[in-house]
């Protein structure tokens, strides 16, 4: 799952934020002059032109801030340059001109990736989707939404609920990100145990290529096996093989009846355990199954005004949602479940919802884990696929490590680093690995990385479950990859993006 | 859906069938030789080899036979040569040989498809992958299925079923089909409207490219945002790009509740008002919207050793299924149904099964369509997907279009076309529409071909909603695909196989 989106705290140094490995500047790409601005203010409104004087504009670089920075501030790029196009030929004009031009380009949604993935690396020009929000059309029978790729998730998931449907797809995020972002990056959040990921619910995409084609299959079908699936090679892409400009997803029925539970668990196996009842006691309606350690549980509750549902606390915390069309059963399900739960001794307590504030309140605590953890120091975080069984091993074993090199005390919160922590969505095997630290330091990652990359890949896990690759992981693909797909990877780049102007320095 | 494999009746003349416009052969392709064969029988076991005379072998041309034709002998092409490899390693060689030597390969699965994609077009070596079909590995916590290509869907079913869990798709052609075929075909089937595309159930591939390179991609992950997704190209494209040897499926958990229940409804608007009642009142259980017209109904009654479960006679079927994991709600959903259609007049009668033998009865009608038509006449297939409100459009227009043209008579079964008829799933905006006659003849075909592609593009339709392109498609892939798009796509298949060994003549 990606953060909600908050502007850091005031009191957080943001210089002692780690900074990734810059590549160099590739100097085959063009650098921007005043002719450059001229000409895109020819091929598109001249407000949604925002140049410095750098570049013979007039834009204060502070207005490019926002654009330049991703949202912990953790890349940062340099760029004199922002485009916001209000149409998809306005898209193609623009890219077109780079292309020829070689101009290196920036496709940018809501700029909340966590992997530098939608920020410029050095001055490449970045070209915001953000002036391109508007619902294309919506089939109330098929459940159809088309719709530009600026529009915002939390917006088209309160369209669509006025219409009695659901986006499939859910993240901290959501009142920022963009759909188009969420497609470019394959968002993943804590729909996907339900609905599954967008290569199954995005139907079409239209997407404008480097050179300025554009690619039209914004189709509205659920079977289409007429040639190559080629929109299904954009998603995932993180803005390097196209600009995707609309997108036509299906939205399932927004389930009546939702319930929510938070249960105290003894064991990371006893977790495991309870999710196994829960697939068989709640199978069809079972749409969340989180989980979080006892550290993580007491950051939250320092720095949220919540309280735990349960009393006492528990290694681990787990929280159940189920999603039907009809409450009654719904209850009944859930409850069986609870009781079973109880009764074997698979969980020590547990607490129901009793209303949607508590159900509201019991996300916030799932979801205000990555808020509490930035308040409380200089987060490291990795995401990863493990299969379930291991799961957690990683973080017993990345504490172990720290420990031994006297980095790290786990009864005191004082060592350079103060947490090592895990959470995240166990139906998708998908672990949040954070280590929390007083600030970001050689000593420290070099005792973690590569070693959490070759953890994870002598298990065959991923070493990017949702978050991607962007800037941040390019250069350990390899250990989810092997060298044949990466080659593969490479000569897709050329077909669609001979001169490698689309998002330069990342993914592959 | 794809057809159950039955072999036609004796009394079937193959020879009126309809033969589709054969391409000329390729002159670049090698003529397989003795020396070949020898070469083949050096890596990969000799026994799994089956050559003819023509090329230095032993084989009866008749032990080709299957292998040549396709189940409804539509198409047929003349391969001397069919191998039988028993590994990865082996496939591996046999395409590295076939690339250098610019020998042409069709991948062949079960053979069930419906579009002449899995048998040759001239004297392509068959590259059966029979012989695959052990399981690897399967998880029963996240209920990853691991396997060979060429596992049978029934028996990985079956498989999957003793251990609680349930195939993704099921389709009429189960008992032949390979998990490999379905997932080059991208197979849609009955469970489509509930676990959606292969796109988002498959988790992993293994694919041999034709120069031998082993893209080892079996991952086992639900979540796994590392690079481009490469697989999902494999995923639809028919033989055409690599062969898939190895598959890593989710399968969901097996509903312990099965309801079905069959409906007469007295128009197809009626047919659109009782799915949306069903997925308001039925939701997350529901699992197959089928619908049928009268005419196949009649086809069915008159083939079939079935009885009608309504008295009266109506316009059109439904065919509602529920899945859970809870029997009592699922009945009660079931019957709220019901009674609400009932009550409306939205349905005019409806028969609920009582027992699994009434279960099977009941979709035995709706599988039994396609064979019941063979059995009536010479069948000309279409599979589209059309936007839900003017599905059944097209089978009106085309029943005119034929009446006008003297070759049909609705009241009679005595014209040239004795039957044009509709059914398919609704849910997923797929319908079947054939058209039966006498014999396969020109002057009924240029009635509704190409009007009916015309007609599904005019729509935004597709030509091919799940049967894919194959051979019989390959020209009018310009009805749902654009230029650009096309383009492309030719521009992949340069990429994995420069040479175009593989399966040639079809797709693009």
């Given at each position: 799952?990606?953060?909600?989106?908050?502007?850091?705290?005031?009191?957080?140094?943001?210089?002692?934020?780690?900074?990734?490995?810059?590549?160099?500047?590739?100097?085959?790409?063009?650098?921007?002059?005043?002719?450059?601005?001229?000409?895109?203010?020819?091929?598109?409104?001249?407000?949604?032109?925002?140049?410095?004087?750098?570049?013979?504009?007039?834009?204060?670089?502070?207005?490019?801030?926002?654009?330049?920075?991703?949202?912990?501030?953790?890349?940062?790029?340099?760029?004199?340059?922002?485009?916001?196009?209000?149409?998809?030929?306005?898209?193609?004009?623009?890219?077109?001109?780079?292309?020829?031009?070689?101009?290196?380009?920036?496709?940018?949604?809501?700029?909340?990736?966590?992997?530098?993935?939608?920020?410029?690396?050095?001055?490449?020009?970045?070209?915001?989707?953000?002036?391109?929000?508007?619902?294309?059309?919506?089939?109330?029978?098929?459940?159809v939404l088309v719709c530009d790729a600026g529009c915002v998730l939390e917006e088209l998931d309160n369209y669509v609920a006025e219409r009695?449907?659901?986006?499939?797809?859910?993240?901290?995020?959501?009142?920022?990100?963009?759909?188009?972002?969420?497609?470019?990056?394959?968002?993943?959040?804590?729909?996907?145990?339900?609905?599954?990921?967008?290569?199954?619910?995005?139907?079409?995409?239209?997407?404008?290529?480097?050179?300025?084609?554009?690619?039209?299959?914004?189709?509205?079908?659920?079977?289409?096996?007429?040639?190559?699936?080629?929109?299904?090679?954009?998603?995932?892409?993180?803005?390097?093989?196209?600009?995707?400009?609309?997108?036509?997803?299906?939205?399932?029925?927004?389930?009546?009846?939702?319930?929510?539970?938070?249960?105290?668990?003894?064991?990371?196996?006893?977790?495991?355990?309870?999710?196994?009842?829960?697939?068989?006691?709640?199978?069809?309606?079972?749409?969340?199954?989180?989980?979080?350690?006892?550290?993580?549980?007491?950051?939250?509750?320092?720095?949220?005004?919540?309280?735990?549902?349960?009393?006492?606390?528990?290694?681990?915390?787990?929280?159940?949602?189920?999603?039907?069309?009809?409450?009654?059963?719904?209850?009944?399900?859930?409850?069986?479940?609870?009781?079973?739960?109880?009764?074997?001794?698979?969980?020590?307590?547990?607490?129901?919802?009793?209303?949607?504030?508590?159900?509201?309140?019991?996300?916030?605590?799932?979801?205000?884990?990555?808020?509490?953890?930035?308040?409380?120091?200089?987060?490291?975080?990795?995401?990863?696929?493990?299969?379930?069984?291991?799961?957690?091993?990683?973080?017993?074993?990345?504490a172990k490590k720290l420990e031994k090199a006297d980095l790290y005390k786990p009864d005191q919160s004082s060592g350079p680093v103060k947490?090592?922590?895990?959470?995240?969505?166990?139906?998708?095997?998908?672990?949040?690995?954070?280590?929390?630290?007083?600030?970001?330091?050689?000593?420290?990652?070099?005792?973690?990385?590569?070693?959490?990359?070759?953890?994870?890949?002598?298990?065959?896990?991923?070493?990017?479950?949702?978050?991607?690759?962007?800037?941040?992981?390019?250069?350990?693909?390899?250990?989810?990859?092997?060298?044949?797909?990466?080659?593969?990877?490479?000569?897709?780049?050329?077909?669609?993006?001979?001169?490698?102007?689309?998002?330069?320095?990342?993914?592959?």
């Amino acid at each position: 799952m990606q953060q909600r989106v908050i502007k850091p705290a005031a009191g957080i140094v943001l210089a002692q934020q780690r900074q990734h490995h810059k590549p160099a500047r590739l100097e085959s790409f063009k650098k921007l002059s005043n002719v450059d601005i001229e000409h895109f203010k020819k091929i598109v409104p001249a407000e949604t032109v925002l140049a410095t004087a750098a570049v013979g504009g007039k834009a204060d670089p502070i207005e490019l801030e926002g654009f330049n920075a991703d949202w912990l501030d953790k890349y940062r790029g340099n760029s004199q340059l922002v485009l916001r196009p209000k149409t998809t030929k306005e898209v193609s004009a623009i890219l077109k001109y780079c292309s020829e031009q070689r101009i290196a380009v920036v496709p940018q949604g809501g700029n909340t990736g966590l992997v530098g993935g939608s920020v410029p690396v050095h001055d490449e020009v970045v070209l915001s989707l953000r002036n391109m929000n508007r619902v294309r059309s919506y089939d109330e029978v098929s459940g159809v939404l088309v719709c530009d790729a600026g529009c915002v998730l939390e917006e088209l998931d309160n369209y669509v609920a006025e219409r009695g449907h659901i986006m499939p797809l859910d993240l901290g995020a959501k009142g920022s990100c963009h759909i188009g972002g969420n497609v470019a990056t394959n968002a993943g959040g804590i729909r996907f145990l339900r609905y599954g990921s967008l290569h199954g619910s995005v139907l079409g995409l239209e997407v404008v290529l480097p050179d300025g084609t554009v690619l039209d299959n914004l189709s509205t079908l659920r079977k289409d096996n007429t040639g190559y699936d080629l929109k299904q090679l954009f998603i995932g892409s993180e803005g390097t093989l196209g600009v995707i400009t609309g997108v036509s997803v299906l939205t399932p029925r927004r389930p009546s009846a939702v319930n929510v539970a938070v249960l105290g668990v003894p064991s990371y196996e006893n977790v495991q355990q309870a999710f196994k009842h829960a697939r068989q006691r709640c199978g069809e309606i079972l749409s969340a199954y989180e989980f979080w350690d006892s550290s993580c549980m007491r950051a939250v509750l320092h720095h949220q005004s919540l309280k735990s549902p349960l009393e006492a606390e528990y290694p681990f915390y787990v929280l159940v949602e189920t999603s039907g069309s009809e409450k009654a059963h719904d209850d009944e399900k859930l409850s069986a479940l609870l009781e079973e739960l109880l009764e074997q001794g698979i969980v020590e307590d547990g607490a129901l919802a009793q209303d949607d504030t508590q159900i509201s309140r019991m996300w916030m605590m799932r979801e205000g884990i990555p808020e509490s953890l930035g308040k409380t120091g200089a987060t490291y975080k990795y995401d990863v696929s493990i299969p379930i069984p291991v799961l957690y091993d990683v973080v017993k074993d990345i504490a172990k490590k720290l420990e031994k090199a006297d980095l790290y005390k786990p009864d005191q919160s004082s060592g350079p680093v103060k947490m090592v922590c895990g959470y995240g969505h166990i139906g998708d095997s998908n672990l949040h690995l954070n280590v929390v630290a007083d600030k970001f330091e050689d000593r420290v990652t070099n005792i973690f990385e590569p070693y959490v990359y070759e953890w994870v890949a002598s298990h065959r896990g991923s070493i990017s479950a949702e978050h991607g690759v962007g800037l941040m992981k390019r250069d350990y693909l390899g250990y989810s990859k092997s060298p044949e797909m990466i080659s593969y990877m490479k000569r897709i780049k050329d077909v669609f993006d001979p001169h490698h102007i689309l998002n330069p320095y990342k993914v592959v």
